[in-house]
């Protein structure tokens, strides 16, 4: 049966304001950027960690229709697509003090949580990202 998760996948409208947001200022890294001609295949990892890839997927042909395209488009600029990713670190603080110098914006501050500490922030399209450093 199966063996690991390899891919996930968030609706974003720009690719090229993703990459910037989150290889520039995230600091994830490229692993893939493919032009397959229907569609710009875009993925990103945590750098060290191909295993596990996000595809920055813009909506569209060949998953779905134009029309429904448009509908998915028009619910990611309302922020209303549910996409989301959990990170983990070592030092949520710190990472949150490094993220706040480039300029991300927070939903949440790091808070301690039963599980850790934690913290809350949105992309440039709506997607919610919590990052958390897990307890002891």
């Known amino acids: ?15 090229d304001e993703a990459l910037d947001f989150y290889v520039g200022k995230l600091g994830l890294e490229v692993a ?8 710009r295949w875009l993925t990103v990892n945590v750098p060290g960690h191909p295993d596990r890839q996000i595809l920055l997927e813009k909506p569209g042909p060949p998953a ?3 029309e429904t395209a448009q509908q998915v488009r028009e619910l990611v600029a309302k922020g209303a697509t549910g996409g989301s990713l959990i990170f983990s ?11 706040l110098g480039r300029g991300v ?8 949580r039963p ?5 809350g922030l949105r992309d440039p ?8 450093q897990p307890k002891g």
């Open 1 to 15: 049966m199966f063996t690991s998760i390899t891919h996930s996948q968030i609706y974003v409208l720009d690719q």
């Open 32 to 39: 893939a950027d493919v032009d397959l001609g229907f569609m």
């Open 64 to 66: 779905m229709s134009e």
């Open 89 to 99: 670190t070592d030092d949520c603080r710190k990472t949150y003090e490094t993220l």
């Open 105 to 112: 914006e927070f939903t949440e501050e790091p808070t301690e």
């Open 115 to 119: 599980y850790g500490i934690d913290c």
């Open 125 to 132: 399209f709506g997607n919610s990202l919590r990052f958390t």
